[in-house]
């Protein structure tokens, strides 16, 4: 089935070190979604990417970065910059770059600080 | 910045009851959605209603759009245990690309 993958699903983190999240889907989507959820609150957009090799900051991208090299797949390093990283993050896609495009979400990394 | 809000924060009702949640948003848009989330899971897109609809159906799902006093509801009727998740609103602002998502109303239904 077609869906989108995001790995490792709890990911802990010590001080200083950089930790990559994976997000990987198959349903031929261009654009692509980053964004981080706190406690009862909603989503708030890290990094986004239309096309391939092409990305822009989102609301809260300062201590983040990503890549985007393949269609499939869009990477989100948390840095050691990110002085709060502990959160839910998720991972979305959408078919177009046209923003008015129901969104595909992942089941999510949940990252913790040793 | 543009944002929807959705109101109660949390809701309890029996199973078979009908759930009403409301989303006002602050500027004009192209689209509203619904999306649903299962505690620890992804949001699941529920539906999508266009700025020149007033009403849409999906199932037990009846969603509305009122763009002059900029808000919108999601009615879930006969409402099961399985219903128990948090529910989103999400708009566009016309001419941008970026999708805003509210905080969330809490639905949780006793069997």
């Known amino acids: 089935d077609g869906g989108i993958t995001q790995s490792p699903k709890y990911l802990f983190r010590k001080e200083g070190q950089n930790v990559t999240l994976s997000c990987e889907q198959n349903?031929?989507?261009?654009?692509m979604y980053w964004y981080r959820q706190d406690p009862g609150q909603g989503l708030r957009l890290i990094y986004y990417?239309?096309?391939?090799?092409?990305?822009q900051k989102g609301d809260i991208a300062e201590g983040y970065s990503v890549s985007r090299e393949k269609k499939e797949s869009f990477p989100l390093t948390v840095t050691s910059a990110q002085k709060n990283p502990t959160a839910f993050y998720l991972c979305?896609?959408?078919?177009?770059?046209?923003?008015?495009?129901?969104?595909?979400f992942g089941d999510g990394t949940r990252l913790s600080i040793l | 910045s543009q944002q929807g809000e959705e109101d109660p924060q949390a809701l309890s009702i029996q199973e078979g009851e009908n759930a009403t949640m409301n989303c006002s948003y602050k500027?004009?848009?192209?689209?509203l959605q619904w999306y649903r989330q299962n505690s620890g899971r992804g949001l699941v897109h529920l539906i999508l209603?266009?700025?020149?609809?007033r009403e849409k159906h999906s199932g037990r799902l009846r969603v509305t759009l009122d763009t002059s006093k900029k808000s919108s509801s999601l009615l879930i009727t006969a409402s099961r245990a399985a219903d128990t998740a948090s529910y989103f609103c999400?708009?566009?602002?016309?001419?941008?690309?970026?999708?805003?998502f509210g905080a969330g109303t809490r639905l949780f239904v006793k069997a």
């Open positions: 979305a896609s959408s078919p177009h770059r046209d923003s008015n495009q129901p969104q595909h």
């Open positions: 349903l031929n989507h261009d654009a």
């Open positions: 990417s239309q096309i391939v090799n092409d990305f």
């Open positions: 500027t004009s848009i192209n689209n």
């Open positions: 209603i266009r700025s020149n609809e």
């Open positions: 999400a708009t566009d602002a016309t001419g941008g690309f970026k999708t805003i």
